[in-house]
């Protein structure tokens, strides 16, 4: 079995129930011993700032504060698109704790010979 796991998201807040959904997985995976990563990329890229990952995706689900937290709590990692940020002229200096300014090969490289079990929102 994979130890790693790599949850790629595309969303931003304008599907906060996907968005929700992609941090439960991460979730899951962080808090049940393996290496996560979530790879952010598109309008996805935003939730890497500070105060953006807020609000709640549906009736009875958690927080987006409180996953982005227990993510973080877990050990879990971000690699942002340094293409989808650049092109939305953020700044990479305000990324919150855990999130790295990394593309495609940065991920490949996490990932390894070894493989992860993979999830795309």
Known sequence: MAQKAVVSLTTGLEDIEKVTVAFLVAVGAAETGRDTLVFLTQEA???????????IGCDGCPSLESLVERYHAAGGRYFVCPICVDSRKIDAATLIDGAELNGTIPMWNWIGDDGATTFSY
């Open 45 to 55: 890229v935003r939730l890497a700032l500070p105060g953006v990952a807020t609000g």
